[in-house]
Structures are given as structure tokens and as C-alpha cells.
């Protein structure tokens, strides 16, 4: 059975960089065909995509937040992370990361599993 778990900071203050990694255990990050994705779920707000690792290794994300995104991987830790800059207030969310398939580059809602989210307050 495929488990994700995010850890990492759950304070950040502003202008700093979230940086946050999901572990995957029971399944590879490199098995074909799956993408691994980072979300977030602000108060009071939707779902939000963030990005996503394909088991190629190719990165893809969200318009809105592609110029302060970053996602890496470490196959040999079977991880992957989170990398978010010039954090602020409006960027406190619990977030999840999950797997999923291809379709969830163009928005669709394609995931089967989910970490168990965690929470980030943006504070000084």
C-alpha cells in the first residue's frame, strides 16, 4: 500500500522559503506512470495544485505560482520536496502531498493517495 507523509517546518516568517518533503514508502517515485504533487488548502479557500515531479523526473507547475516554486526529488531516498519562496501570509495552507496521474497538470482531479497534510502558518 502506497503512503506519502510531508514533514517540515510548520512556521515560516515572511520572505523565507517553505521547505517541505513528502516520503513515499510502499511504491517507487520513478514507477511509470505516476506524477507526485504538491497542494495546498488555505482557510477558508479551495484546493489549490501547486506543482508536480512525474516519474521521468520532469517538473510542472501551476502558472501562479511557477516563478516561486521549486520541486526536486531524491530517488535514492525515494522522496521528494517542496521548495516555496518569498513566503507570505496569504501562503499559510495545510499542505498535501499526493500522487496522481497525468492529468492533474491540466487541473483534473486524478489522485489516489494523500499524505495526511501539514499544517504552515506564515508569521512574523
Known amino acids: 500500500q502506497v503512503q506519502l507523509q510531508e514533514s517540515g517546518p510548520g512556521l515560516v516568517k515572511p520572505s523565507q522559503t517553505l521547505s517541505l518533503t513528502c516520503t513515499v514508502s510502499?511504491?517507487?517515485?520513478?514507477?511509470?506512470?505516476?506524477?507526485w504533487s504538491w497542494t495546498r488548502h488555505p482557510p477558508g479557500k479551495g484546493l489549490e495544485w501547486m506543482g508536480a515531479?512525474?516519474?521521468?523526473?520532469?517538473?510542472y507547475y501551476s502558472p501562479s505560482l511557477k516563478s516561486r516554486t521549486y520541486i526536486s526529488r531524491d530517488t535514492s531516498k525515494n522522496q521528494f520536496t517542496l521548495q516555496l519562496s518569498s513566503m507570505t501570509p496569504e501562503d499559510t495552507a495545510v499542505y498535501y502531498c499526493?500522487?496522481?496521474?497525468?492529468?492533474?497538470?491540466?487541473?483534473?482531479?486524478?489522485?489516489?493517495?494523500w499524505g495526511q497534510g501539514t499544517q504552515v502558518t506564515v508569521s512574523s
Open positions: 499526493a500522487r496522481g496521474s497525468a492529468g492533474v497538470v491540466a487541473g483534473l482531479y486524478e489522485y489516489d493517495y
Open positions: 510502499g511504491g517507487s517515485i520513478t514507477t511509470n506512470y505516476y506524477y
Open positions: 515531479l512525474a516519474y521521468s523526473g520532469s517538473t
